[in-house]
């Protein structure tokens, strides 16, 4: 059994399904999975509705900073792994509201780890040098880079810049102390921008899929020259995969998809493939609706992963080029309409007339 934080979201939501078919894959036993997860906004357990129905995976609707919820879970389901997914993740969000990032992301992830700590201390040794706290993180700790300067590595000194980054680097120092000063088994991996299905619609790729589709303005920050380095979702879970079962305790893996793209070549990709997949009936195409906005505030340039320690140590590379893996996401929101209009709730318009008002 392994716990999963935050496992109704996107990336958590896309390692469960990836953490069964691998196991069908390789036959490898069944495992289950506890998602302990406070459903948000972001969290929807239609994602994983089949592991749901089918009893190989359990929720525990719950907030990771409330202690008792944690312990019941970790006393009930004993599981040998937690996978630590859960955090508020949307950068424009914490620049409206930083309380909620701290919150989740500081004092809950100090919650998930006090009470994995508690846990750890009274099993058995063979199980307590088997158990494992893996905390996802993200390269936006490391801060922005100019155009030449060299890729983060893991030793890059971090220089978080939003309320969103500095968050995540408060959790990232903090199970790196419960390593150093209690020997908690940690594994931290840091990664690079994700796409892929059940993306949720306030992040780059699927906005502009979905406001191309409704013949919305798409939304380009400042001169649209940032860089990210685009990682497909499955490709990031199965990095995950083979750290739990390579990794060593008290190490980071930055995880990079080895594909840095300006923003505005994004953009122009999906209007290009939307032409194709999807032709407007007035001919037109998909790029006239592409419009330049106010920049985010204190909008980092450039990301940019070295992956050469997960390569070398664990023997993971990235499998989808961002060509294939943009078209399977495109395709997985034009064939999964329910999914879609399930999560564009009125929260959601609000979220978009709260972000995208003062921008024009
Ligand atoms: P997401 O926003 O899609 O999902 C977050 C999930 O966490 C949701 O299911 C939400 O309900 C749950 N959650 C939020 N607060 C919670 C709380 N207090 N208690 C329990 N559950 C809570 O996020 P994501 O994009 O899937 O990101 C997952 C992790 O990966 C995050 O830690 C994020 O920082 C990191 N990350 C994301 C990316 C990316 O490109 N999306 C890149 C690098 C790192
Ligand atoms: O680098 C990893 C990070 O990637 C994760 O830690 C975050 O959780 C994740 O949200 C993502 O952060 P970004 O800020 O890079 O992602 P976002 O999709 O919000 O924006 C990607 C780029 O696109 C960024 O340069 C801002 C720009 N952008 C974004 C939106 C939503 C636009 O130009 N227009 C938009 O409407």
């Not at 109704?8 to 390692?15: C, K, L, M, T």
């Not at 919650?111 to 700590?117: F, G, M």
């Not at 592409?290 to 992956?307: E, F, K, L, S």
């Amino acid at each position: 059994m392994i716990l999963i934080t935050g496992g109704a979201g996107f990336i958590g939501g896309n390692f469960v399904h990836h953490w069964f078919e691998r196991q069908q894959k390789s036959g490898l036993p069944p495992e289950q999975v506890v998602v302990f997860d406070k459903l948000t906004y972001a969290g929807n357990p239609q994602t994983i509705s089949e592991h749901l129905q089918s009893g190989r995976a359990t929720l525990v609707h719950a907030d990771i900073a409330d202690r008792e919820a944690v312990r019941a879970a970790l006393a009930r389901y004993k599981p040998r792994a937690i996978l630590h997914f859960a955090a508020e993740s949307h950068v424009d969000r914490s620049i409206h509201g930083p309380g909620e990032f701290i919150h989740t992301n500081m004092v809950g992830t100090f919650s998930l780890l006090e009470e994995a700590r508690a846990y750890w201390g009274a099993m058995n040794e063979a199980d307590k040098a088997a158990f494992r706290f893996l905390h996802v993180s993200t390269d936006e700790v490391y801060g922005s880079l100019e155009a030449d300067d060299a890729a983060f590595s893991e030793t890059t000194p971090y220089a978080p810049n939003s309320p969103y980054s500095a968050s995540k680097a408060g959790s990232d120092h903090l199970v790196r102390a419960y390593h150093h000063t209690y020997g908690l088994p940690t594994l931290t991996t840091n990664c690079s921008n994700n796409y892929g299905p059940y993306h949720f619609p306030e992040k780059l790729i699927p906005l502009m899929i979905l406001n191309a589709l409704e013949g919305k303005p798409l939304p380009v920050y400042g001169d649209g020259l940032n860089i990210r380095d685009w990682l497909y979702v499955r490709d990031h879970c199965e990095a995950i995969c083979q750290v739990l079962e390579k990794g060593r305790t008290g190490e980071t893996y930055n995880v990079g998809g080895i594909n840095e793209i300006k923003n505005i070549d994004v953009v122009t990709t999906i209007c290009r493939k939307l032409d194709e997949l999807r032709p407007k009936a007035d001919g037109s195409k998909y790029e006239a609706q592409i419009t330049y906005v106010a920049d985010r505030p204190g909008h980092d340039r450039r990301y940019a992963i070295d992956p050469r320690k997960i390569q070398r140590e664990i023997g993971w590379s990235p499998a989808e080029t961002f060509e294939s893996g943009i078209n399977k996401t495109i395709q997985w929101f034009l064939d999964n309409t329910e999914w879609v209009n399930a999560v564009r709730s009125g929260a959601y318009r609000e979220w978009l007339d709260r972000n995208y008002a003062g921008r024009a």
